[in-house]
Structure formats: C-alpha cells, structure tokens
C-alpha cells in the first residue's frame, strides 16, 4: 500500500514537469520550422534573382538548343528528341532545390528566369541579390511579401525585385510553390 501512494505522489510531481516539457520542445519545434521557412523562401528568392555571367550563358545555350530542336521539329518532323528538354533540364537542376516544379515551370512560361540573365549579360557582371525584405502576410504562414535590390558584383544598383512568395512543403523540405515578380530597373 505504501509503494502505491509512494508511486501516486512521484507520479503528481512528475506529470506536470512531463507536460511543460511536452509544450516547450512543442513551441520549439514551431518555431524553429517557421524560420527554415524563412530561409527557405530566402534561398529561393536569392537563387531566381541572382546570375553569375556564365548561369546566363549557360541558360542561353539550353535555350537555344530547345529552340533548335524545336524549330527542326517543326521544320522536317524530326528532331533530336533527347535535346528538346534540355531548357526545362538546365531550370530543374538549376532551381530543383528550391522550387517546386509547377512554380519552375511557370516562371519558365513568363520568363521571369529570363530577366536576370539578361541583366548580367546587360551589365557585363554577375549580379547578385541583396537587401532582401521579407514580410509574412497576414493569417498565412507559408506566403511573404518581398522586396529586393539588385546589384552588380561592383555593388552597382542595377533593379529592385518586388513580388510575393508562396512556400510548400516538398517531402521535408520547404519549396517555393508560386512567385509573383515585378522588377523595376534603378
């Protein structure tokens, strides 16, 4: 009867301390989850508006090889079928880690991958991505506006970025699912 009461009393102090456990590691866990999405939405966004001069030769090549195969196609009715994705392979392996493939495919439509490669090639630099504000909207954890200045490798203003980034949690890791970009020239 004693080592029930003995066990009842343990027992009283230990359930308390179990469950405040519980709920801290619990906060923890939430909160150390909202700021990989951060970062993840901070990566992709980095990524798509960032070009180092050989990305954007790299990208015109796979764009004109997808062209050329294209237009061969469309010319002779064949073409060398293994090239025509070559485009849509460069933009996966480049951006793959990052962004889910509905949100590459789309960008890839309204060629938003387009505009830093052409600013690159424009100022004859790598450019990078800097100066990036994120603002989570209201009520939705996983989507953030944003603004961002980008900079040739000189620290020269070439753009601002401004837009909204919606995130997905892609097996275990946080993906971009759809990017709204407006980009003002400086």
Same mark, same amino acid.
């Given at each position: 009867?004693?080592?029930k009461?003995? /066990?009842?009393?343990?027992?009283r102090? =230990?359930l308390?301390i179990? @469950? /405040?456990? %519980?709920i801290v590691?619990?906060?923890?866990?939430?909160?150390?989850g909202?700021?990989? =999405?951060?970062?993840?939405?901070?990566?992709?966004?980095?990524?798509? @508006?960032?070009? &180092?001069l050989?990305?954007?030769?790299d990208?015109d090549a796979?764009a004109?090889? &997808?062209?050329? %195969?294209m237009?061969s196609?469309? *010319?002779?009715?064949?073409?060398l079928t293994?090239?025509?994705?070559?485009?849509?392979?460069?933009? /996966?392996?480049?951006?793959?880690?990052?962004m889910?493939?509905?949100?590459?495919?789309k960008l890839?439509? *309204?060629?938003?991958?387009?505009?830093?490669?052409? @600013?690159?090639?424009?100022?004859?630099? *790598?450019?990078?991505?800097?100066?990036?504000e =994120? %603002?989570?909207?209201a009520g939705?954890?996983?989507?953030? &506006?944003?603004?961002?200045?980008?900079?040739?490798s000189?620290g020269?203003? %070439?753009?601002?970025a401004?837009? /909204?980034?919606?995130?997905?949690k892609d097996?275990?890791?946080?993906?971009?699912s759809r990017? &709204?970009?407006t980009?003002?020239?400086s």
């Amino acid at each position: 009867m004693i080592e029930k009461r003995a /066990i009842a009393k343990w027992f009283r102090y =230990l359930l308390p301390i179990i @469950l /405040i456990l %519980v709920i801290v590691f619990a906060v923890i866990g939430h909160k150390q989850g909202g700021a990989d =999405l951060e970062r993840q939405s901070r990566a992709a966004l980095k990524r798509l @508006l960032s070009c &180092t001069l050989q990305q954007a030769e790299d990208f015109d090549a796979a764009a004109e090889t &997808t062209q050329a %195969v294209m237009e061969s196609m469309s *010319d002779s009715g064949t073409g060398l079928t293994q090239d025509i994705n070559k485009l849509q392979d460069y933009l /996966i392996e480049q951006f793959g880690d990052y962004m889910t493939n509905e949100c590459i495919e789309k960008l890839a439509m *309204d060629r938003i991958f387009y505009q830093s490669a052409a @600013l690159a090639k424009q100022f004859d630099s *790598d450019i990078e991505a800097s100066e990036m504000e =994120l %603002v989570q909207c209201a009520g939705e954890q996983e989507r953030y &506006t944003f603004s961002v200045e980008i900079k040739t490798s000189a620290g020269d203003s %070439v753009a601002a970025a401004k837009g /909204i980034i919606s995130m997905k949690k892609d097996k275990d890791k946080w993906k971009a699912s759809r990017i &709204t970009l407006t980009m003002i020239p400086s």
